[in-house]
């Protein structure tokens, strides 16, 4: 993957986290107004039933009032007000209507001439509801032969508030009403999620805006980081060699090999860290034993491995440097156990230790010092060989035979001032190429 500029990369993200939150939000607050919306609709037809069986049993209560009619008559004179249906609305009709007496046998009944589609008899007897008690009314809905159906069960009560008899009736919402429901609800969903991408196209630049500027101070405050990183490392090496070249070689060494063994960004981003500033800790070694041109005797050589240790000391002191620790704790120890501090032994060591532990001493080899002249490929790659399976790792050390001669031919003998814009180069993509590098630990570390 090629890497990217961080406000370019930010602008993407976040177009399209905005685009996916917008959907998923959209999608959510349409869902929930369509159940609203479709609740709404049923209450609506309900109460259209409700209203309809109601009316029905007023008109036979009124006439039960008025006339002193016997009741079956006054129910037949109010069923035959229509012609085609027992009752007809805007919104629908009553394709079937049943009247009882008190006792709950039928005193009255009538259907519909012709619904198409529908068992009016089948479905009457088979849909079964309680009768309620005075002043309550109760509706079922059912969707048959894809009509809307609503079965409604009221009261005939005189105006005493004596329960006379009792009324059913199946309603059928109409065709036109029921797309006029439905096409409120797609109005209402449709509103919704217009709502919430309109915001988030207003929002959109905004947010924008402040994650470039959130960029640019993160891409700042990295810039500062690497410097510091670069000075630190820097400052040691021309303590102890005049020159800062072997820390640029070992981090370009350390980043290649690690590549090449597959290790992932975060624990590529600390193997650069950790192969700057891994002798960080000679900063505290005294003069006479750091620059001490012959052997160190056995105090000596104590003083002189205390460096680990200062060194952990100091960079477990910066939070963005920590996941270089563990080259900087471990850069001594070898494969067999025979190194230091700890002595651990084989895989014990940490994976980027164990790189670190062949790219340095092949930079030691293939460079010059004033005690040396530096080694050729052949021979170098020949005393690490030596080293396998005691102080180095046999599968890394196989790993780096294999990219060994392009790395010599490339870096070899470089000084610092030519090294630090490939390394910064090549290291790039692992700090400032995505938002991962704006990511902090539990502890603060930057990746």
């Not at 079937?96 to 008190?102: A, E, N, S």
């Not at 690497?226 to 060699?241: F, I, M, N, Q, Y």
């Not at 790219?359 to 050729?376: H, I, M, N, Q």
């Not at 890394?396 to 010599?408: E, R, S, V």
Request: glycine share 10%; charged share 20%.
């Amino acid at each position: 993957m090629q890497p990217r500029p961080l406000k370019i990369f930010i602008q993407h993200d976040l177009l399209l986290r905005l685009a996916a939150a917008t959907l998923a939000i959209a999608a959510a607050a349409g869902a929930a107004t369509y159940g609203v919306q479709q609740t709404r609709m049923a209450r609506q037809a309900a109460d259209l039933g409700r209203q309809g069986i109601v009316h029905l049993g007023r008109q036979v209560a009124e006439l039960l009032a008025a006339r002193s009619m016997p009741p079956r008559e006054a129910l037949l004179r109010v069923l035959e007000t229509s012609a085609a249906s027992p009752a007809a609305y805007r919104a629908g009709e009553f394709v079937w209507v049943q009247f009882y007496d008190r006792t709950g046998n039928v005193a009255a009944e009538r259907a519909a001439a012709d619904i198409q589609g529908l068992d009016l008899q089948s479905l009457a007897a088979t849909w079964v509801m309680p009768f309620p008690g005075p002043g309550r009314s109760d509706v079922q809905a059912r969707s048959v032969g894809g009509r809307r159906l609503l079965l409604s069960a009221v009261p005939i009560v005189d105006r005493q508030g004596t329960v006379k008899g009792y009324a059913r009736g199946i309603f059928a919402v109409s065709a036109e009403t029921t797309a006029e429901a439905r096409r409120a609800v797609l109005a209402s969903v449709l509103l919704v999620v217009g709502i919430v991408t309109g915001v988030t196209a207003i929002l959109y630049p905004v947010i924008l805006r402040l994650a470039r500027r959130l960029a640019d101070y993160s891409t700042g405050l990295l810039a500062a980081n690497l410097e510091t990183l670069a000075v630190l490392g820097s400052a040691v090496a021309k303590r102890d060699a005049d020159t800062d070249a072997h820390n640029y070689r070992v981090s370009l060494y350390a980043l290649r090999l690690g590549e090449t063994v597959g290790l992932n960004d975060a624990e590529l981003r600390g193997l650069i860290k950790g192969a700057f500033v891994h002798d960080v800790g000679k900063i505290g070694i005294p003069d006479a034993v750091l620059l001490k041109p012959g052997g160190l005797d056995a105090e000596e050589y104590g003083v002189m491995q205390s460096h680990v240790h200062q060194g952990v000391d100091i960079v477990s002191r910066a939070a963005w440097l920590r996941d270089g620790l563990p080259v900087v704790a471990s850069h001594h120890e070898k494969f067999d156990g025979g190194g230091y501090p700890q002595g651990l032994r084989g895989l014990a060591i940490p994976v980027a230790a164990r790189i670190f532990a062949i790219v340095d001493v092949f930079d030691a080899l293939t460079s010059e010092r004033p005690y040396k002249k530096p080694l050729g490929l052949d021979e170098a790659l020949k005393i690490l060989e030596e080293g396998r399976g005691s102080h180095f790792d046999p599968d890394l050390l196989d790993a780096f035979a294999g990219i060994a001669a392009g790395l010599y031919r490339q870096l070899a003998g470089r000084e610092g001032r030519e090294l630090g814009p490939v390394l910064v180069a090549a290291a790039e993509r692992y700090f400032v190429a995505g938002m991962e590098a704006l990511r902090y630990g539990a502890e603060g570390s930057a990746g």
